[in-house]
């Protein structure tokens, strides 16, 4: 079993440019959250994604975006990268919808930075 | 909205050392608390978690009591070792949220 891998390990951006993260949760599992994690700070929820849609979402713009695939993979995009993008993406996956009762499994990150 | 809190670090211990660090948290219903461990250069790791209040979690000699009287779930281990060296972050789960709420973890070094 692979666990939850991401694509691609780090991206360097400049501002202004888009971005695709790319995510393939662990084997057996259905829901996919992506957080960004400032440095030196906790991972902030972006979104979870559960059925192919978006159910649930964090404080963040509408430059950020997301989808899931009939495999249950993801992507999330982000658009107009500013500077304060900068950050560690992690992808996790658990199975189900919802984290309560039903364990995370997080990916190892994509770094990205904009310069 | 929910919320955590955790004890300011960094914390440095000697191989060991009794070790302790504090999490409260502020959530309505009734949330699971966990705490997730991170490696330099690695996403989390769940180490340990309590789906309701008085639960114990424990995992590899560390140890968290889901308290809803003090909102708090403090990781504790009676020993450390220099392999403990990581990022410990203490988060939530509201059963209606479907989301993990984290704090802004603590960083500890064991030194020999």
């Known amino acids: 079993d692979a666990g939850v891998t991401q694509s691609p390990t780090h991206l360097i951006k400049t501002r202004g440019q888009q971005v695709t993260l790319r995510c393939s949760p662990k084997?057996?599992?259905?829901?996919v959250s992506w957080y960004q994690q400032a440095l030196g700070q906790g991972p902030q929820f972006i979104f979870q994604?559960?059925?192919?849609?978006?159910?649930q979402r964090g404080n963040f713009p509408d430059r950020f975006s997301g989808h899931q695939f009939p495999n249950y993979s993801s992507e999330l995009n982000v658009n107009a990268l500013l500077l304060g993008d900068s950050a560690l993406y992690l992808c996790a996956s658990s199975f189900g919808g919802g984290t309560a009762y039903n364990e995370q499994f997080f990916g190892p990150g994509t770094r990205l930075t904009v310069l | 909205g929910n919320s955590v809190t955790q004890m300011e670090g960094p914390v440095t211990l000697s191989e060991e050392a009794f070790l302790t660090i504090n999490c409260t948290y502020t959530a309505t219903g009734y949330p699971s608390l966990f705490w997730y461990v991170q490696y330099p250069g690695e996403g989390l790791q769940l180490l340990l978690k309590?789906?309701?209040?008085?639960d114990k979690g424990s995992n590899k000699g560390f140890e968290a009591t889901y308290r809803k009287e003090t909102t708090s779930f403090h990781l504790e281990k009676g020993s450390v070792q220099v392999s403990d060296s990581a990022v410990y972050f203490c988060?939530?789960?509201?059963?209606?949220?479907?989301?993990?709420?984290f704090g802004d973890g603590t960083t500890l070094t064991v030194k020999p």
């Open positions: 309590a789906t309701k209040a008085d």
């Open positions: 988060a939530l789960s509201a059963p209606t949220a479907g989301k993990s709420t």
């Open positions: 994604y559960y059925e192919e849609e978006e159910r």
């Open positions: 084997s057996g599992h259905d829901t």
